[in-house]
């Protein structure tokens, strides 16, 4: 996914967002399909590959369908309610995927996958705009990959806000939700329905405050507090129950981290642009976009491989004590930073 995010943005740039949402089902139902045949580890890799490749062309083409200047109402809203709905698809998917894996397979789970990214195909097909350059900013020079990476981690604002906030966050999902939570509750006895409902909190949370959090607070000012904030409080709940040795402590860690996240995850993607303005000119959205999106993967790939060997090294308990103090420590340098430099400009203002 990280890895096609960007090549998928130069896509949509030349041939429409439409097009790229509709091309994107290809290998996305083929990987579904190839699942249902896979009779190894490695080609179940291959084939969960290529759904990657799929959604990742589909998610960012939507994304730059609705930031286009076509679209009726609020950026931040609309990525607000972007968000919400993927994070509910994820919650309910996840759900309802693993009834029907356990009621008439697995092979048979995968098939109606595939015939559900046809009925969504056949859905975009109807709604989304034939117009081509619907939802793509062309101004500016074409700079692209390598090139425009580097011109993006030029921005020292946007360096900060990567390190300090879109990283921790996914390494936190990653890591945390994705691959400690279930380890540790299996250690302490949960049954796999009692797992998944734990983690149906977080996107619970998500899909519930997310979109109000973010149609509140739309100045980049707020923008910035409030994702700053959000990254703290994800931390300190890992902090705060990681010594609490049972099922409810995981829970309520948990709780938190949805809670935090949902007032990061839509605005992160709009403050990213506000921070980049003279990017976007340059480049165009699906190129800042892009390249946030595969940075912040291989974030989530480098919290996953460090989460794996220190549970090996501490434990899970001091793992989450030492996860959630380091996005603490990120999170309180984003917002010291982000207040020393509100007070530099409100002293030039006023002299």
Known sequence: VGLAAPFSGQFSKRFGSRNIFLIGLIPSALGFLGCSMSQTITQFVLCRSATALGYAMITISCQEYLLGKHIAGDRNANIAAFVAIVISATMCGTAIGGILAARIGYQETFQIAAALMLAAGFTGYQMLSREPGTGIDTRGQKKTGMQGIRILCRNWRFLLMLLCIVIPTNILMAAYLWYLVPLYLFELGATPAEIARTMMVYYLLIIIIGGTASKRVVTMDGL????????????????AFHQWHNFWAVVFSVSILGLSHALI??????LSLDLCKEEVDLMGHNMVLGSLRLLERFGSIAGLIAGAAMINAYGYQRTTGITGTAVCAVSLVFILIFLLQRGKLAQKEVS
């Open 224 to 239: 910035t507090l409030l994702v700053g904030l959000g990254a703290l409080l994800s931390g300190a709940g890992l902090v």
């Open 265 to 270: 995850k839509a605005p992160q993607i709009t």
